[in-house]
C-alpha cells in the first residue's frame, strides 16, 4: 500500500518539489534568531570548520538540526516561566 501511495504522489509531482516544499517548512519551523546557529550547526564543525566535504545535505540531517534547535528554544521559553494567558 505504501508503494502505491508513494507511486501515486510521484506521478502527480517530482520529488524536487516535494523536498524543496519539506526542507522550506522545516526552516519556517526554525525560530528567526536560531538560523544563524542552524546554518552553523548544519554546514559547520565547533572549530568553523566546513563539515560538509561531499556536499551532500540530506533532509534527515537538516531535520535533526532543526529539532535540536526548536527543542532549545521550547526550554528556553519554557524556563521564563512566564504564563501562557
Known sequence: MRKKI?????GRTSLVEIESKLVSDILDAVPDEYLEMFYRSLFC???GINKTKNGYIS???IYFYARAIIREYAAKLASKN???L
Open 6 to 10: 508513494l507511486m501515486a504522489i510521484l
Open 45 to 47: 564543525d565547533t572549530a
Open 82 to 84: 512566564t504564563p501562557l
Open 59 to 61: 533532509i534527515a540531517m
